[in-house]
């Protein structure tokens, strides 16, 4: 079965760029979209944008444009960069398949602080 | 956007009790809606998608219906380890939107 596995840094310093990667293993990147979601006390489930594998994105116009998704497939990973972090990008980010989120990674918590 | 609010955002209910928690878009999603299940500490697992149709292997105690703007999750007969919360969200816009939550409590 498929499963997918974030990675990346705990702790972004403001104003600089937040950096995961997701990890997909038991099946092909090659097919379906591959979706970034996060999660924090104050605002709930967001999702911030997907990728399919053929590398067509669209993102949560929320962002305003800071949120940068890629594709690796022949390391079957994606990767977010969001850029210019503040306090309140500070979440539980989440890699997931599909447009109805399924499955999902066990998530990272990502901390913004100086 | 597409708003999808809840209802209610908790609720209190006993084991074997039978459960329905109500999900509204703001517009028309046909039958775009997931619905997923959260426990504390973990990522949220996906228990239905477009609108009725379960996940393998999620128990048929769970089940969904809807279309257009309202949409329900049922839960037949309450067990201990459907205490989570739960929440919905659509697919048929950008950007792809959530519900609030809906937290199930032991009464």
């Known amino acids: 079965q498929v499963q997918l596995q974030e990675s990346g840094p705990g702790l972004v310093k403001p104003s600089e760029t937040l950096s995961l990667t997701c990890t997909v293993s038991g099946g092909s990147i090659r097919s379906y979209f591959w979706s970034w979601i996060r999660q924090s006390p104050g605002k709930g489930l967001e999702w911030i944008g997907h990728i399919y594998y053929s590398g067509s994105t669209n993102y949560n116009p929320s962002l305003k444009s800071r949120a940068t998704i890629s594709v690796d497939t022949s390391k079957n990973q994606f990767s977010l960069n969001l850029s210019s972090v503040t306090a309140a990008d500070t979440a539980v980010y989440y890699c997931?398949?599909?447009?109805?989120?399924?499955?999902w990674g066990q998530g990272t918590l990502v901390t913004v602080s100086s | 956007d597409i708003q999808m609010t809840q209802s209610p955002s908790s609720l209190s209910a006993s084991v074997g009790d039978r459960v329905t928690i109500t999900c509204r878009a703001s517009q028309g999603i046909s039958n775009y809606l997931a619905w997923f299940q959260q426990k504390p500490g973990k990522a949220p697992r996906s228990l239905i998608y477009?609108?009725?149709t379960l996940q393998s292997g999620v128990p048929s105690k769970f089940s969904g219906s809807g279309s257009g703007t309202d949409f329900t999750l049922t839960i037949s007969s309450l067990q201990p380890e459907d205490f989570a919360t739960y929440f919905c969200q659509q697919s048929y816009s950008y950007p792809l939107t959530f519900g609030g939550g809906t937290k199930v409590e032991i009464k």
């Open positions: 997931a398949r599909g447009t109805s989120f399924d499955p």
């Open positions: 477009a609108a009725s």
